[in-house]
């Protein structure tokens, strides 16, 4: 089946300091990955698309300063929150959408990553 | 907009028994995906069952199935003979069929946190 990762799973940062988060498709390549925030108990938000080789679409609201996304390849987009502060403290899930689908396509999701900003 | 309402924050049920978890949408595309999916205590999303909005049949997966009213814009999840494992957070999820504004992005539902009593 199609797997997602994310590095690191967790993380603790100062505040001030920036954190690169990391989604690759493992065994398939995609032409779009989303990125999700999550607070606790709460549903996903998102927070936006990326597509490979172009600049990433942001939802009305989330800073694309501060929420930097680089979809490099195929296989990896990267996530960084600059210059985090406690607010910033949430679970960030990465989606990756395959090139190839069948009748509907299906989104995988990563396991998330948990960023605690001090 | 699309919107998805899912009006139970908590539900629980006795092992071995049937629940039903609710959720209602709002779209006026005709043609469009819905979702079910799960995420345990670990945060990892898993797709429980999905819907083609053009297919009357309503989707069936082992234990887990919908009731899909289109014309109301229903989509409850049905899990019958409940398993401990069955615990966790469901979301129901909307994403349009086609068009320019398909993007494969998923709009999500708050959220119905499941307790199986054993």
């Known amino acids: 089946g199609a797997v997602v990762s994310q590095h690191p799973s967790w993380v603790i940062c100062k505040s001030g300091t920036s954190v690169k988060i990391e989604c690759r498709s493992l065994?398939?390549?995609?032409?779009?990955m989303f990125w999700y925030r999550q607070f606790p108990k709460q549903s996903l938000m998102l927070m936006a698309t990326?597509?490979?080789?172009?600049?990433?679409?942001?939802e009305q609201g989330v800073e694309k300063d501060k929420f930097l996304i680089n979809h490099a390849s195929l296989t990896l987009s990267t996530l960084t929150v600059t210059s985090a502060h406690p607010e910033d403290s949430s679970f960030y899930i990465c989606?990756?959408?395959?090139?190839?689908?069948?009748?509907?396509?299906?989104?995988?999701f990563g396991p998330g990553t948990r960023l605690t900003v001090l | 907009a699309q919107t998805v309402t899912q009006s139970q924050p908590e539900m629980s049920v006795q092992e071995a028994e049937t629940v039903t978890l609710s959720c209602t949408y709002d779209t006026s595309e005709s043609d469009y995906y819905l979702f079910w999916y799960k995420q345990p205590p670990s945060r990892q999303m898993i797709l429980v069952i999905r819907?083609?909005?053009?297919?009357?049949q309503n989707a069936t997966e082992n234990r887990f199935s919908v009731n899909f009213q289109k014309a109301a814009k229903s989509f409850s999840l049905k899990i019958s003979d409940s398993q401990l494992g069955d615990a966790a957070m469901y979301f129901c999820?909307?994403?349009?069929?086609?068009?320019?504004?398909?993007?494969?992005?998923?709009?999500f539902g708050q959220g119905t946190t499941l307790q199986v009593k054993p």
């Open positions: 819907q083609e909005a053009y297919k009357q």
């Open positions: 065994d398939f390549q995609a032409t779009t």
């Open positions: 999820a909307y994403r349009p069929f086609r068009g320019s504004s398909n993007t494969g992005k998923l709009i």
């Open positions: 990326s597509n490979e080789g172009s600049k990433a679409t942001y």
């Open positions: 989606s990756a959408r395959p090139i190839r689908t069948g009748p509907v396509d299906t989104q995988y």
